[in-house]
């Protein structure tokens, strides 16, 4: 059982009145009655510390927040949630094994009297973290109490081995603030050195396990990742709730607080180890990017969704790649594998949607501006087709690459960290982060990439720049990209000879060896794949046998899908069945 918010942008005002232009920001605070057996999560600063209402079976729960935020990133979660750790109480352990349907898992309890210690244990290997422990959360009424403690985990990163090295070499000291006046943590010397900052991951039964392996695992060296790549975290503290099937997106960055779509946990393919942790780690990684491009910056107009998804979008691959400690030229590969995925995406999306949709400042010289009444729109906000629209996420994406491209890319992360210096706490427009860019880097203008450039070429018009198409080609011939060609090869030659054979006819089938690939080779290679007219049924058998396509992560799984769909394989239509019922994002 449980109740959380989805309020952006306009749905907050169904839950208390507010005013929802970003520019209406205000600090807040809450007190949350709730049964004593739920948890409750909330964008607040600390740890609350409930307490108990009297002789009654529920508990208060306080919550607030002194960085004045648009009402739209205020967030609440109300349920029977358990708080992942490094080791499953015995008391769930039985009600966790092999269960993957949460709606057919039975409530479970520990018994009166019974206390669930906290060893929270994260990263890879056998690294320990250091457990605070919190208030023990009382559930139950009158003499019969359950108790479990509620613990923050700080990582040790240095005794996980991992690389402590900075992407600048810039010094943090001298900030000087321009927001208003709240307590700020880039000022904080303290805060400039918190690599990890407190951390628990909370989500139903059914999927502790899940959770414990991908999220418990990443989250501290995601963390110390983006630290090293942005500098201060802009929030003292974070919680990750796993929510449930019915979530509409795969994740949702609020402050000191993210919900991750089930969809992203990590995937069951045996032997898959760290691949199969690829999608959990990298949209960690994009929703903790938000906390510095969406939150602690924003953008000042509605229209401007960019400012917040094409940041993160790119980040997203920096930070993750930083948690992976790969080295330049891995890093470069998996850039260019992932920039080709997103670019056919892209692609796929302009050809079939409207032109007026495909703009990224569609108030163009208007954006920022209110009308004599103060009140502000979104243009095209009732078109239905607006809500399903990647572009602010991919072209945005594809718009920072090129930027990249031009000044460098170890310059163009220096860049950003100056930026969120200048600008934390703050709205701004694209004008805003492009003039700052320019001036920083005046070798761009004398090229001729001036601020009217940018915004006829990216921001103001439909369609794909003539860069990018440029790009795609080179992309398209990555070593990674290669390699996928090759295998997609074998498969289509395996169908081929399967066409023509008699059925009662004995076949002696080739052994072919397939290379293996990365979860994000393999979404490429399903792709390739959908692309053919014909696969015959034995192809579409060894495909899902050699791969075990069925336990691959959602991306996987969601190509897979489409490859059985087309191709009428009804003995993969249970597969379809499950993928509509729990990743329904």
Not at 323 to 337: F, K, N
Not at 539 to 560: C, F, I, K, P, S
Request: glycine content about 6%; charged content about 20%; hydrophobic content about 40%.
């Amino acid at each position: 059982v449980c109740v959380y918010t989805a309020g952006s942008p306009i749905n907050n005002r169904a839950l208390f009145p507010c005013q929802e232009p970003p520019v209406a920001m205000s600090t807040w605070q809450a007190t949350v009655r709730a049964p004593s057996e739920c948890v409750v999560l909330m964008s607040g600063e600390e740890q609350t510390v409930p307490t108990e209402d009297g002789d009654t079976r529920f508990l208060i729960w306080n919550y607030y927040v002194t960085m004045p935020m648009p009402a739209s990133t205020f967030t609440l979660a109300v349920g029977h949630w358990c708080q992942v750790t490094g080791e499953i109480p015995p008391a769930l352990e039985e009600g966790v094994r092999d269960r993957t349907d949460c709606d057919k898992t039975a409530k479970l309890r520990a018994g009166p009297g019974e206390r669930a210690e906290a060893q929270l244990v994260s990263g890879f290997g056998s690294s320990t973290s250091e457990v605070v422990k919190g208030f023990p959360l009382q559930t139950g009424s009158g003499d019969q109490t359950t108790r479990s403690d509620s613990a923050f985990c700080y990582s040790s990163l240095e005794d996980e081995g991992l690389s402590v090295t900075d992407y600048s070499g810039m010094v943090d000291d001298g900030i000087s603030c321009s927001h208003g006046d709240y307590p700020c943590r880039f000022t904080e010397r303290s805060a400039r050195s918190q690599r990890v900052i407190p951390h628990r991951v909370f989500g139903p039964v059914c999927l502790l396990q899940k959770a414990q392996m991908g999220v418990l695992k990443l989250l501290p060296r995601c963390l110390a990742a983006a630290h090293a790549v942005l500098g201060v975290h802009p929030f003292p503290r974070l919680d990750v709730l796993i929510v449930p099937a019915g979530f509409s997106s795969l994740g949702l960055a609020s402050p000191h607080i993210i919900f991750l779509s089930q969809s992203v946990l990590y995937g069951r393919s045996p032997g898959s180890g760290e691949n199969g942790l690829s999608l959990c780690g990298s949209r960690m990684c994009h929703e903790i990017a938000h906390s510095w491009f969406g939150l602690v910056i924003g953008a000042r107009d509605w229209t401007e969704e960019w400012i917040s998804e094409g940041f993160a979008t790119y980040l997203e691959d920096i930070i993750w790649a930083q948690t992976q400690q790969l080295s330049l030229q891995e890093t470069a590969e998996q850039s260019d594998l992932k920039a080709l995925l997103r670019w056919r995406r892209l692609s796929d999306e302009l050809q079939n949607s409207e032109e007026v949709l495909q703009i990224l400042r569609p108030n163009m010289e208007n954006t920022g501006q209110v009308s004599e009444s103060g009140s502000s729109t979104v243009k095209h906000a009732l078109n239905p087709d607006k809500a399903f629209m990647q572009v602010h996420y991919l072209k945005g994406y594809f718009l920072l690459r090129f930027l990249a491209s031009q000044v460098g890319e170890q310059q163009f992360i220096d860049f950003f960290r100056l930026f969120v210096k200048k600008y934390h706490g703050q709205l701004i427009l694209s004008q805003d982060f492009l003039r700052m860019l320019l001036i920083t880097f005046p070798d761009m203008e004398r090229k001729g990439l001036t601020l009217s450039a940018i915004y006829a070429d990216w921001l103001d018009q439909p369609g794909i720049p003539k860069w990018l198409y440029e790009r795609s080609a080179v992309w398209s011939q990555a070593r990674l990209v290669e390699e996928v060609k090759a295998e997609v090869v074998k498969w289509i030659l395996l169908s081929q000879s399967h066409q023509g054979k008699g059925r009662k006819r004995k076949r002696i089938e080739t052994k072919v060896n397939y290379k293996e690939v990365t979860s994000e080779q393999l979404v490429m290679l399903l792709e390739l794949l959908l692309e053919k007219e014909e696969l015959s049924v034995a192809t579409m058998r060894a495909l899902q046998r050699t791969y075990n396509l069925q336990n691959q992560d959602a991306e996987v799984r969601h190509r897979w899908c489409e490859l059985v769909v087309k191709h009428a394989y009804t003995q993969a239509y249970g597969d379809v069945e499950r993928f509509l019922v729990h990743d329904q994002v």
